[in-house]
């Protein structure tokens, strides 16, 4: 007996709900195995860096290494659903955030057991012919969050993992809408632990995003907003561009003149500006540009 795919456990108008939108979705077109460039602009709306959070602020911390996540997953186009991956995930989305330190990357209680199950039970059924694979992530995500594996952002987890399920099960064009965005926000009109939630969010991006999605063949320009730099950013930030890869030490042989935590400082502004990549940890951490 399934422990989390048991359609029995669930409301019967959810269920139908749920299943009379993923049909909807599908007569629109939605259902690719088309491969789908990502769309930059959207990608950082889905992180949380559009609109812009304050700069230093734990949602700015969060959003940077969220951004990270979702470069590298649309840069590999693999998601592995496994314990090792998902505790990476919330490592990756809590990496800047020091209040979190002690908590990101480990499940507050020993779960494994319990989150593998699950993990292997979506995997069974997104390889069945025989059910609807947006069912099975939407059962997936609400699952998730019931079980709280994490102290904290086990709802963000959740919808950072669904949509890269979607991405990696037919639903590639998920990259163009802002589903994480969407989800996230506290104040959606959907009730966020309903089967019909993921589902009935992704038709209405569908049905009201003010411009039309691009074919899976388009490739979308990416573009970057403009943003006020002081001349010692600008300096830094050509430097980067110019040397890179560097260290922090490294760029510290540019600016003698400068403290190093001012320097820190600047680098988190260009990093949160999507200017400024950066790669590692602690005094390992290298800067590159962004291309």
């Known amino acids: 007996m399934d422990m989390y795919f048991d359609l029995s456990k669930y409301d019967s108008e959810d269920l139908?709900?749920?299943?009379?939108?993923?049909?909807?979705?599908?007569?629109?077109?939605?259902?690719?195995?088309?491969?789908?460039?990502?769309?930059?602009?959207?990608?950082?709306?889905?992180?949380?860096?559009?609109?812009?959070?304050?700069?230093?602020?734990?949602?700015a911390m969060i959003a940077t290494g969220a951004f990270e996540w979702l470069k590298e997953l649309h840069k590999n186009e693999i998601f592995s659903l496994s314990n090792t991956s998902v505790k990476a995930l919330h490592r990756k989305l809590f990496k800047y955030s020091e209040r979190d330190e002690g908590s990101r990357g480990n499940y507050r209680t020993d779960l494994d057991e319990d989150m593998k199950t699950l993990f292997e039970e979506t995997k069974k059924y997104l390889r069945d012919p025989g059910r609807h694979p947006l069912l099975i992530i939407s059962l997936f995500r609400i699952s998730f969050i019931k079980l709280m594996p994490f102290i904290t952002g086990n709802a963000q987890c959740a919808n950072f993992i669904a949509y890269a399920l979607l991405i990696s099960n037919t639903y590639p064009r998920v990259s163009q809408l802002p589903l994480i965005a969407s989800l996230n926000n506290p104040d959606s009109a959907f009730i966020q632990d309903s089967p019909v939630t993921l589902p009935a969010i992704l038709l209405e991006l569908l049905t009201t995003r003010s411009r039309a999605l691009p074919t899976p063949e388009h490739t979308p320009q990416s573009s970057h907003s403009r943003t006020y730099l002081n001349s010692r950013r600008q300096s830094l930030l050509k430097c980067i561009e110019k040397n890179a890869p560097l260290k922090i030490s490294d760029i510290m042989t540019f600016f003698p003149d400068q403290s190093r935590n001012t320097i820190k400082k600047d680098l988190l502004f260009l990093r949160e500006n999507m200017m400024v990549d950066a790669k590692g940890e602690g005094r390992g951490v290298i800067y590159d540009i962004i291309i």
């Open 16 to 59: 139908h709900a749920c299943m009379a939108a993923c049909g909807q979705i599908d007569r629109l077109g939605f259902y690719s195995k088309d491969k789908v460039i990502a769309d930059l602009n959207v990608m950082k709306e889905n992180a949380g860096l559009i609109p812009a959070p304050v700069p230093g602020s734990r949602n």
